[in-house]
């Protein structure tokens, strides 16, 4: 996700007449949010017994942080 926020930081600098690429990440962004994490946390619940404990305090973009620091 963040490379293609990258990406489009590049493109703007380069050439700010192309602002209206923000669709690229902004779509990529959805895509990881609506497809990707919903079906890596489906196909984990059906792997490990244990993974709704885990969904329930730990954030999805930053796995390694406890959602108690953001609540």
Same mark, same amino acid.
């Given at each position: ?13 380069a ?31 059906? &792997?490990?017994?244990d ?17 108690? &620091?953001?609540?």
């Open positions: 996700m963040l490379f293609w926020w990258g990406m489009y930081l590049f493109v703007i600098a050439a700010p007449a192309y602002w209206w690429t923000i669709f690229e990440p902004v779509v990529m962004t959805l895509l990881f949010f609506m497809v990707s994490v919903p079906l890596m946390d489906k196909h984990m619940m059906q &792997r490990r017994a993974f709704s404990e885990y969904k329930k305090h730990t954030p999805a973009l930053i796995p390694g942080i406890s959602k108690k &620091r953001f609540y």
